[in-house]
């Protein structure tokens, strides 16, 4: 005759135990249930748009973490001064780690209305990617994005405003860490406003043709 299986019995009080360590530790941040941390419009680099309206995108951009440090380096001057060495970055750091950077710097087009094949070399290089894996969108004179990067080339300063020719911003999104659920338009809007930013900043007289 065969053995009658014994009934595995979990106290209750010990079962009970576990689930209210649980929460506590839910509650209070201990991992590996730490608590996400807080984005400001004054913390947000000024770079980025500065703003609330993109703390959404970085919400959906960015991985979870404790907390997130932003830190805003503006160089070089406008386009009034007849000068091609304007750069913005953002750099978004978790706890430990990089999380994304947004860099903006003036590139030469020499003409107003860059080439299609001037775009595609553009448009690799900033990506660092093959065209096979690109993606375009309308922003600029491109908009671009590839996996966890987004790019735009803005028209920036007319013919003869800096010696060499045309000028523009050429823009770059680039998420260190692959959030859980990172969404593209995230990094694309993200993208736009760090370029509308720098349109302004620059004191660009070439339209910028980007999205509202």
């Given at each position: 005759m065969a053995a009658t299986p014994k009934k595995v019995v979990i106290p209750l009080a010990g079962l009970l135990a576990v689930v209210l360590c649980t929460v506590a530790a839910y509650a209070f941040g201990i991992p590996p249930f730490e608590r996400r941390g807080q984005m400001s419009a004054s913390e947000v680099c000024e770079s980025l748009g500065g703003s609330?309206?993109?703390?959404?995108s970085l919400k959906g951009s960015?991985?979870?973490d404790p907390?997130?440090?932003f830190d805003d380096r503006l160089s070089g001057r406008d386009i009034t001064s007849g000068s091609s060495d304007y750069t913005a970055d953002c750099l978004v750091w978790g706890k430990d780690h990089l999380l994304l950077t947004a860099r903006t710097e003036m590139i030469l087009t020499e003409t107003a209305e860059s080439s299609p094949s001037d775009v595609r070399s553009w448009a690799t290089a900033a990506l660092d990617t093959r065209e096979s894996e690109i993606k375009n969108f309308n922003a600029g004179t491109a908009g671009?994005?590839?996996l966890r990067k987004a790019a735009i080339l803005v028209p920036c300063a007319s013919p003869g405003r800096i010696p060499g020719g045309a000028y523009s911003l050429s823009v770059v999104v680039d998420l260190k860490r692959q959030a859980e659920s990172a969404i593209?338009?995230?990094l694309i809007d993200l993208a736009v406003s760090a370029a509308r930013f720098s349109h302004t900043k620059a004191k660009c007289d070439l339209p910028a043709k980007l999205p509202e």
């Open positions: 609330a309206k993109v703390i959404p960015l991985p979870s907390e997130y440090r671009v994005t590839a593209r338009q995230d």
